[in-house]
Structures are given as structure tokens and as C-alpha cells.
């Protein structure tokens, strides 16, 4: 009774052991073949293994465009070294280099770890490889030979005269002493070799300073009448003032004798406002008068000959109760 207890037990386990790895097989044939995150569900992980099979599978037929499509849609679902290296050998394989060398690169900062050593190894070579392609030459001719240049790429220092650059546009730059800075723009191809001539021109120096043309008699002679032309200009605004001075006060004389006789605002107003007028172009005049009268003496004196004495002008302002004006005198 205990011998048939004991064979039931072990069936029994031998049963539930058979069913946990069915189990375990089931989920492992559903797992894509590479480390996955484990916040991927279960029909991703499923969708990620197919898209992944696929890939593999066009890869073996030659069809890398497609194959690179499934390989990027398995990464898409769950992102690991191996959908990333796929990629990397499908951009190669259909001749997309510098794309190439960023997938290897992403492969490569996965990292792939210890289950991808060769792997590895081989994109780092791949990518030595591909970037020697993408480099182009410049060569540098310099004109004149002689000259100690120094060499700039797109602002920073380079060493020539063969340059070794990126495909491209770039902007070259080249300086020596004595001679101004030469720019050239230009655009590096993959692969390729390109002569490129650069010519030095000297330093310009700075202009000789002209010298001031000679003065002769006859600007000097010049000067003085236009001197005196404007002295007398000045000299007939001031008369004009002093027409206006005299208008000006007679109609002021004339309203504050009418206000005697019949005081009013309005007559207050017009001999207060005429009297006002009359002292301002009063002064207008004897200032303009007093300029007029020593521009007209300076012109003359100027006009003279160099033997003759110099003109002395006087000018003498006076004032009183009754009014002011200025006195004027010159003697040559």
C-alpha cells in the first residue's frame, strides 16, 4: 500500500516537472534572441522576434532595404545590440557610409557586451574603414612659396599644406606676415582629392599724408572781401532793426497817449506789446550794427598790404534812463 502511495507521488511530480518546462520552453521560443527590457509585454516581445526573423531572412536573399526596415521595427519594440549591429551591416551593405558609421556607433554604445565580442571587433574595424573613405584631401598651394603661413579650417588651426577634411562646404583661411589674410570657400567631397591655389598679396601701407596746398596773396585778398561782404549783409539787418525799432516805438508812443485820454485795457495792452518790440529789435540792431562794423574793419584790414598798420576797432556800449546803444570806432 505504501510502494503504490509512493509510485503516485512520483508520477505526480514527474507530471507537474514536464508541464513547467513545457512552460518555460513556450515563453523562451517567444523571446527575441538579444537582452530585453523588462517592461516589454509579452505580444511585443512576440512582435520584435518576428520582425527580427524577417530581417535575417531577406538578409539571406540580398534584400538589405527590406531586411534593414524589419530590423529597425524589432529595435522599434524592443531596443538591443542585435537589431542595432543588423542595422548597421544593412546601411553598409547598401553603401549608406556615414549612416553606416552611426548605427555601428550606436551599436557599440549599447553596450553589446561579452555575447557580442566579435561582433564588436567588427564594427569597430568597420568604422575605422568607412570614416578613411568619408575623409577628403585638399592640397594647399601657397603663392609665395616663401611666405611663413599659418593655416585656419572653419576658425580652428590646421597644418598644410595637405589637409585631410570631412565632406562638405569649409571656409580656409590663410596668414602671414606682410600680407593680408586670404579666404577660400570651398566644398570637399568624399574620397576625393582637390587642388586648391591660394594667392598671398602684400600689405598695403597707409597713404602719404597730403601736404596743405600754399597760400598765396590773392585768397588772402579774398578772404578779406568776404569779410566785408559780410559785414556789410550784417550791417543792413541791423539797419532794417532799427526801421523796425523806430515803428515799433512810435506805435507804442502813440498808444500810451491815447490810453491818457482814454484809458483802456486794449490800449495798455498794444503800448505795452509795441514798446516790448521796439526793445528787442533796439538790440538786435546795435548788435548787428556793432558785428557788421567789425567784419567790415577786420575784411579791410586783411585786404591791405602787409606794410600798412593794423586796423583798431573800438567798440563802446552805453546805456541811461532814456534808452542804450553802443559807439563804434576804428582808425587804420
Given at each position: 500500500m505504501h510502494a503504490r502511495g509512493g509510485r503516485c507521488l512520483r508520477a505526480l511530480l514527474a507530471l507537474l516537472a514536464l508541464s513547467v518546462m513545457a512552460t518555460i520552453t513556450s515563453h523562451s521560443l517567444a523571446l527575441p534572441p538579444w537582452p530585453i527590457a523588462q517592461t516589454a509585454?509579452?505580444?511585443?516581445?512576440?512582435?520584435?522576434?518576428?520582425?527580427?526573423?524577417?530581417?535575417?531572412?531577406?538578409?539571406?536573399?540580398?534584400?538589405?532595404a527590406g531586411a534593414l526596415e524589419d530590423f529597425r521595427n524589432a529595435d522599434r519594440l524592443v531596443p538591443g545590440a542585435a537589431p542595432k549591429y543588423q542595422i548597421a551591416v544593412c546601411l553598409d551593405r547598401l553603401g549608406k557610409a556615414e549612416e553606416a558609421v552611426a548605427a555601428y556607433r550606436a551599436f557599440l554604445d549599447t553596450p553589446p557586451g561579452d555575447k557580442y565580442v566579435t561582433e564588436a571587433a567588427d564594427a569597430?574595424?568597420?568604422?575605422?574603414?568607412?570614416?578613411?573613405?568619408?575623409?577628403?584631401?585638399?592640397?594647399?598651394?601657397?603663392?609665395?612659396?616663401?611666405?611663413?603661413?599659418?593655416?585656419?579650417?572653419?576658425?580652428?588651426?590646421?597644418?598644410?599644406?595637405?589637409?585631410?577634411?570631412?565632406?562638405?562646404?569649409?571656409?580656409?583661411?590663410?596668414?602671414?606676415?606682410?600680407?593680408?589674410?586670404?579666404?577660400?570657400?570651398?566644398?570637399?567631397?568624399?574620397?576625393?582629392?582637390?587642388?586648391?591655389?591660394?594667392?598671398?598679396?602684400?600689405t598695403v601701407g597707409p597713404s602719404p599724408t597730403p601736404l596743405p596746398d600754399p597760400i598765396d596773396d590773392d585768397e588772402e585778398e579774398g578772404d578779406g572781401q568776404g569779410l566785408m561782404i559780410a559785414g556789410f549783409v550784417v550791417l543792413g539787418v541791423g539797419v532794417v532793426a532799427g526801421v523796425l525799432t523806430t515803428i515799433f516805438g512810435?506805435?507804442?508812443?502813440?498808444?500810451?497817449?491815447?490810453?491818457?485820454?482814454?484809458?483802456?485795457?486794449?490800449?495798455?495792452?498794444?503800448?505795452?506789446?509795441?514798446?516790448?518790440?521796439?526793445?528787442?529789435?533796439?538790440?538786435?540792431?546795435?548788435?548787428?550794427?556793432?558785428?557788421?562794423?567789425?567784419?567790415?574793419?577786420?575784411?579791410?584790414?586783411?585786404?591791405g598790404d602787409d606794410d600798412e598798420e593794423e586796423a583798431r576797432v573800438k567798440f563802446v556800449p552805453y546805456a541811461s534812463p532814456q534808452g542804450g546803444g553802443a559807439s563804434i570806432s576804428w582808425s587804420f
Open positions: 509585454d509579452w505580444k511585443t516581445k512576440q512582435e520584435a522576434r518576428k520582425a527580427y526573423a524577417g530581417g535575417k531572412a531577406k538578409m539571406g536573399k540580398g534584400d538589405y569597430t574595424k568597420r568604422v575605422a574603414e568607412l570614416e578613411q573613405q568619408l575623409i577628403g584631401k585638399v592640397k594647399l598651394n601657397i603663392t609665395p612659396a616663401g611666405a611663413a603661413a599659418t593655416i585656419t579650417v572653419d576658425g580652428a588651426p590646421a597644418q598644410g599644406p595637405e589637409l585631410s577634411l570631412k565632406p562638405g562646404r569649409h571656409t580656409i583661411i590663410v596668414s602671414a606676415p606682410g600680407y593680408q589674410d586670404a579666404k577660400q570657400e570651398i566644398e570637399v567631397k568624399a574620397g576625393a582629392t582637390a587642388d586648391v591655389t591660394i594667392t598671398l598679396a602684400p512810435v506805435q507804442a508812443l502813440n498808444a500810451s497817449n491815447d490810453f491818457e485820454n482814454n484809458p483802456t485795457e486794449k490800449l495798455a495792452d498794444d503800448a505795452e506789446k509795441n514798446a516790448l518790440l521796439s526793445d528787442v529789435f533796439l538790440g538786435i540792431a546795435c548788435g548787428t550794427a556793432a558785428i557788421g562794423i567789425i567784419l567790415i574793419a577786420v575784411g579791410a584790414t586783411q585786404g
